[in-house]
């Protein structure tokens, strides 16, 4: 037996025996099927919506405790180090190992040649930077010892005193290198969480089937329909997925929703429609995830748009590699068009890349094709297999750094106001070029002031000081006027810089100290922020080249190591780690000489590091081998390798800037290796070739 609640006369009425009050009916119940067909289709994309918010909170949630449980993980293996390493004694006379760690810290302890390889881990592994899994390198190797190994010192070769390297491993390689345990360790310390899951997706489950307009009635829920006399409340668009009490609750037509609860007069009879079941969790708290009920005023032809959910935070910053990988991914490097070709001198770098970048059909999406011009206006011959660039977008991001656009200190640089560079749209240009370089594999700036960075990033920056007027005579002027003790001796300092604040808009009388004080911050504002305004409005429209200024906005604390931290010098360990050695068979002559090879390599990055082998410094090794004078924030296409030069008429390095290869002469003694690799190094004229 069917249920419905319009009553259907037995027989069809005469066309002639209808009246215009059941034609009016028959209109108002056909919009109230209508209104009944767009909720449930609103009501369908609500539900969607409540079900993948759901679920992307069931994801953060695993995430933090799958990382809280790792961490717990790392502190525990910490703490069982220390107490083992407790029940060894060091010994008096031994090995005499030194330990460096990645942040440059050094230690040193004895060991005996047959005590556990574990004893050394223990001890290298005590620090409270220590990963749950690490390895340890001999300069003289080129396999590092990960801490999971057994045997003893003696079995991994460790028989003579020496420094080794030492490699903490991230979560994340952990869980790459060991997928199967890493996935045994999720299991058990995220089994809770599952559970939870579970529990939260059933629940979840039942209230949106609960909640359904197209769900079958069960006779137990009609038996509880309010009539017609009975006062509704507004339905819910979402039920909390706690205990459910259940109500029922009629569809309204669009005229009257907002009206009966309020007033509490008695619906219509053919306002007691299809009822529509609604779980409403009794006295819950709001949530940011509760839609809110949906009122539909007399004057309102359509529903208003449901609350949108607040943006979902990560739970841990992006790293500034994924972004730029997210970023060169867009870059078509298979496609290099005419107009992408940079034909530069070295020794006018910006010219030739402001001639190109200009180009109407340049593509910053697309591949680059540089070409090096020598003095004599002849191409070098290099083929751009990525050397090139890396050379060329290096030398682009030191011409940016000394251009005319920008003034102040070197690593605290302002955008500087020059009308021919405004007129010309160079700083639009330059932001490209920025914006180019760090996609392409180039490196960062490393030299923007913080108000500077703050203004691209759309932040509020600090009130500026009087020490950041770039221009010498007037911060001397403004400083004049902050130091006065009277008002008189102010107002004689402001006559005195009368014409320069007379072009800032900043020149009148003073009557009180405070009025000294705003004087000089309104002074020092324009002239940093304001006479540049439409400077930086052109540089920030060039940043949004390659979605770049998009980015760094979205992730203002990634890119801020980028763009205003300094540097970070090169260190040996950095290139030691840097380049994967290609040896000769293992037991071979030549294998004997390439270790002693790699042995006057690695001593030779540590003299320069030290400052012993001037005027050779390690970001020039790197140029010379890659292009770049520091490893890409990007990172290399694949890892620089080191090969060996047997041949004895090659007595200097050689290089592939295009395959990352490094070549290492062969000495029989460590002075003729560094003697031949230092004038290599420093006489190269191009692409690595001494």
Same mark, same amino acid.
């Given at each position: 037996?069917?249920? !419905?609640?319009?009553?259907?006369?037995?027989?069809?009425?005469?066309?002639?025996?209808?009246?215009?009050?059941?034609?009016?009916?028959?209109?108002?119940?056909?919009?109230?099927?209508?209104?009944?067909?767009?909720?449930?289709?609103?009501?369908? #994309?609500?539900?969607?919506?409540?079900?993948?918010?759901?679920?992307?909170?069931?994801?953060?949630?695993?995430?933090?405790?799958?990382?809280?449980?790792?961490?717990?993980?790392?502190?525990?293996?910490?703490?069982?180090?220390?107490?083992?390493?407790?029940?060894?004694?060091?010994?008096?006379?031994?090995?005499?190992?030194?330990?460096?760690?990645?942040?440059?810290?050094?230690?040193?302890?004895?060991?005996?040649?047959?005590?556990?390889?574990?004893?050394?881990?223990?001890?290298?592994?005590?620090?409270?930077?220590?990963?749950?899994?690490?390895?340890?390198?001999?300069?003289?190797?080129?396999?590092?010892?990960? !801490?999971?190994?057994?045997? !003893?010192?003696?079995?991994?070769?460790?028989?003579?005193?020496?420094?080794?390297?030492? =490699?903490?491993?991230?979560?994340?390689?952990?869980?790459?290198?060991?997928?199967?345990?890493?996935?045994?360790?999720?299991?058990?310390?995220?089994?809770?969480?599952?559970?939870?899951?579970?529990?939260?997706?059933?629940?979840?489950?039942?209230?949106?089937?609960?909640?359904?307009? =197209?769900?079958?009635?069960?006779? #137990?829920?009609?038996?509880?329909?309010?009539?017609? !006399?009975?006062?509704?409340?507004?339905?819910?668009?979402?039920?909390?997925?706690? #205990?459910?009490?259940?109500?029922?609750?009629?569809? &309204?037509?669009?005229?009257?929703?907002?009206?009966?609860?309020?007033?509490?007069?008695?619906?219509?009879?053919?306002?007691?429609?299809?009822?529509?079941?609604?779980?409403?969790?009794?006295?819950?708290?709001?949530?940011?995830?509760?839609?809110?009920?949906?009122?539909?005023?007399?004057?309102?032809?359509?529903?208003?748009?449901?609350?949108?959910?607040?943006?979902?935070?990560?739970?841990?910053?992006?790293? &500034?590699?994924?972004?730029?990988?997210?970023?060169?991914?867009?870059?078509?490097?298979?496609?290099?068009?005419?107009?992408?070709?940079?034909?530069?001198?070295?020794?006018?770098?910006?010219?030739?890349?402001?001639?190109?970048?200009?180009?109407?059909?340049?593509?910053?999406?697309?591949?680059?094709?540089?070409?090096?011009?020598?003095?004599?206006?002849?191409?070098?011959?290099?083929?751009?297999?990525?050397?090139?660039?890396?050379?060329?977008?290096?030398?682009?991001?030191?011409?940016?750094?000394?251009?005319?656009?920008?003034?102040?200190?070197?690593?605290?640089?302002?955008?500087?106001?020059?009308?021919?560079?405004?007129?010309?749209?160079?700083?639009?240009?330059?932001?490209?070029?920025?914006?180019?370089?760090?996609?392409?594999?180039?490196?960062?700036?490393?030299?923007?002031?913080?108000?500077?960075?703050?203004?691209?990033?759309?932040?509020?920056?600090?009130?500026?000081?009087?020490?950041?007027?770039?221009?010498?005579?007037?911060?001397?002027? =403004?400083?004049?006027?902050?130091?006065?003790?009277?008002?008189?001796?102010?107002?004689?300092?402001?006559?005195?810089?009368?014409?320069?604040?007379?072009?800032?808009?900043? &020149?009148?009388?003073?009557?009180?100290?405070?009025?000294?004080?705003? &004087?000089? #911050?309104?002074?020092?504002?324009?002239?940093?922020?304001?006479?540049?305004?439409?400077?930086?409005?052109?540089?920030?429209?060039?940043?949004?080249?390659?979605?770049?200024?998009?980015?760094?906005?979205?992730?203002?604390?990634?890119?801020?190591?980028?763009?205003?931290?300094?540097?970070?010098?090169?260190?040996?360990?950095?290139?030691?780690?840097?380049?994967?050695?290609?040896?000769?068979?293992?037991?071979?002559?030549?294998?004997?000489?390439?270790?002693?090879?790699?042995?006057?390599?690695?001593?030779?990055?540590?003299?320069?590091?030290?400052?012993?082998?001037?005027?050779?410094?390690?970001?020039?090794?790197?140029?010379?081998?890659?292009?770049?004078?520091?490893?890409?924030?990007?990172?290399?296409?694949?890892?620089?390798?080191?090969?060996?030069?047997?041949?004895?008429?090659?007595?200097?390095?050689?290089?592939?800037?295009?395959?990352?290869?490094?070549? =290492?002469?062969?000495?029989?003694?460590?002075?003729?290796?560094?003697?031949?690799?230092?004038?290599?190094?420093?006489?190269?004229?191009?692409?690595?070739?001494?």
């Amino acid at each position: 037996m069917s249920r !419905s609640l319009f009553t259907e006369p037995s027989t069809a009425p005469d066309v002639q025996d209808i009246s215009p009050e059941a034609e009016s009916t028959n209109s108002q119940h056909l919009g109230v099927e209508q209104t009944l067909l767009d909720w449930r289709s609103l009501r369908s #994309q609500q539900d969607k919506e409540y079900e993948e918010s759901l679920l992307a909170d069931q994801e953060n949630e695993r995430r933090r405790q799958c990382y809280k449980a790792w961490e717990e993980r790392r502190i525990k293996a910490i703490e069982e180090r220390q107490q083992r390493l407790a029940q060894y004694k060091e010994p008096s006379s031994g090995l005499l190992l030194k330990f460096k760690y990645p942040n440059g810290f050094i230690r040193k302890r004895t060991f005996n040649v047959s005590d556990p390889i574990q004893v050394l881990f223990d001890f290298v592994g005590q620090d409270e930077m220590a990963s749950e899994i690490f390895s340890v390198q001999q300069a003289t190797s080129s396999i590092p010892i990960e !801490s999971t190994s057994s045997g !003893s010192l003696m079995d991994h070769d460790i028989t003579t005193s020496a420094t080794l390297y030492v =490699l903490w491993i991230s979560t994340l390689d952990i869980q790459e290198r060991c997928p199967v345990q890493a996935n045994g360790m999720l299991e058990q310390s995220l089994s809770s969480v599952l559970s939870l899951q579970t529990l939260l997706s059933d629940q979840a489950l039942t209230s949106l089937s609960a909640q359904s307009p =197209l769900a079958p009635t069960s006779p #137990q829920v009609l038996s509880t329909m309010p009539n017609s !006399s009975e006062t509704s409340t507004l339905f819910s668009s979402q039920a909390p997925v706690s #205990q459910p009490s259940t109500q029922i609750q009629p569809i &309204l037509p669009s005229s009257e929703v907002s009206l009966v609860a309020a007033s509490g007069q008695p619906l219509s009879p053919h306002y007691n429609l299809t009822p529509h079941v609604m779980t409403i969790e009794e006295q819950a708290p709001a949530s940011p995830f509760t839609e809110q009920p949906i009122i539909i005023l007399e004057d309102q032809e359509e529903p208003p748009e449901s609350p949108q959910h607040p943006p979902e935070l990560p739970f841990y910053e992006t790293d &500034l590699q994924t972004i730029l990988t997210k970023l060169y991914s867009k870059v078509d490097m298979t496609f290099c068009p005419t107009s992408n070709q940079i034909n530069v001198c070295r020794d006018r770098i910006l010219e030739c890349s402001l001639h190109a970048f200009r180009r109407r059909r340049f593509d910053p999406a697309a591949k680059l094709d540089v070409i090096f011009v020598d003095e004599e206006g002849s191409a070098e011959g290099a083929v751009d297999e990525g050397g090139p660039t890396r050379e060329y977008l290096r030398l682009l991001m030191r011409a940016i750094h000394q251009s005319n656009v920008f003034e102040g200190h070197e690593n605290d640089r302002h955008l500087a106001l020059d009308t021919s560079a405004l007129e010309s749209k160079m700083y639009n240009c330059i932001g490209k070029m920025i914006s180019v370089c760090l996609v392409h594999g180039g490196i960062g700036p490393h030299f923007f002031s913080q108000r500077l960075y703050d203004h691209i990033c759309g932040t509020l920056s600090q009130p500026t000081l009087v020490e950041e007027v770039v221009n010498h005579s007037f911060r001397e002027q =403004l400083i004049k006027i902050q130091d006065a003790n009277t008002v008189v001796e102010a107002n004689e300092a402001i006559m005195q810089a009368a014409d320069t604040l007379s072009i800032v808009g900043a &020149l009148r009388r003073v009557t009180t100290l405070e009025e000294r004080d705003s &004087l000089v #911050q309104s002074a020092a504002d324009f002239f940093a922020n304001g006479r540049v305004c439409t400077a930086l409005q052109q540089f920030v429209e060039g940043l949004k080249t390659l979605n770049v200024l998009d980015e760094i906005q979205k992730n203002p604390a990634v890119f801020h190591e980028l763009f205003v931290c300094e540097e970070k010098p090169l260190s040996a360990r950095d290139l030691c780690t840097l380049f994967q050695v290609c040896f000769s068979v293992q037991g071979s002559n030549k294998r004997r000489i390439e270790n002693q090879t790699i042995c006057y390599w690695r001593d030779w990055l540590v003299d320069i590091e030290v400052g012993e082998c001037s005027p050779v410094t390690l970001e020039m090794i790197l140029e010379f081998a890659s292009g770049a004078s520091t490893v890409p924030p990007l990172g290399f296409p694949h890892r620089p390798q080191i090969e060996f030069l047997h041949e004895a008429n090659k007595v200097f390095p050689e290089a592939n800037t295009c395959l990352i290869v490094l070549r =290492l002469p062969v000495h029989s003694d460590y002075e003729s290796f560094t003697k031949y690799m230092k004038e290599g190094v420093l006489q190269s004229p191009t692409f690595g070739v001494a």
